[in-house]
């Protein structure tokens, strides 16, 4: 299984879970679910910043399709199953949060930023939309002509 590498800044220790190890001075590493945290306070109260990647870049495309990977995390915002691409921006815009996802050589990159209390909604939007992106035919049309 492939580890998902999240790195979440924030005024306050999000997780009482999991084994806990110092990374740096201000950063603890602990590991959730098989999910490496690492955990930075800052000096910005409530305000959780998260960046994570995994595997998923151009690099793992198929043969002959050398974009398929740049395209599908294109795609990731576009929608999922649940919630089209507006409803989500009306979610994310009722509590002034962020999330983005872009794709490399080698990596998937997630972004995101939220108050602390919104955290819940915000990691459950990120899971949805890697979990059950729609892959509408008409947002990879406008993505295609873009």
């Known amino acids: ?8 800044a924030c005024a306050l220790g999000l997780f009482a879970v999991g084994a806990r190890a110092q990374v740096a001075k201000n950063a603890v590493r602990q590991s959730v679910n098989t999910i490496d945290l690492v955990l930075l306070k800052t000096g910005v109260q409530d305000v959780v910043t998260i960046r994570g990647n ?3 870049g151009d690099s793992l495309s198929p043969d002959g399709n050398p974009a398929i990977a740049k395209l599908t995390g294109s795609m990731l915002d576009k929608g999922t199953t649940q919630h ?12 002034g949060a ?7 050589s080698n990596l998937l990159n997630v972004s ?3 108050l602390r209390k ?6 459950g939007l990120i899971a949805e939309q890697l979990r059950s992106p729609a892959f509408s ?3 990879f049309a406008k993505l295609k002509n873009s």
């Open 137 to 139: 035919p008409e947002e």
């Open 118 to 123: 919104d955290l819940p909604l915000v990691i």
């Open 112 to 114: 995101a930023r939220c």
């Open 84 to 95: 089209d691409k507006f409803a989500i921006a009306q979610m994310l815009g009722d509590v």
């Open 98 to 104: 962020t999330i983005n996802f872009s794709a490399g």
């Open 54 to 56: 995994f595997p998923a």
């Open 1 to 8: 299984m492939k580890r998902l590498f999240f790195s979440l």
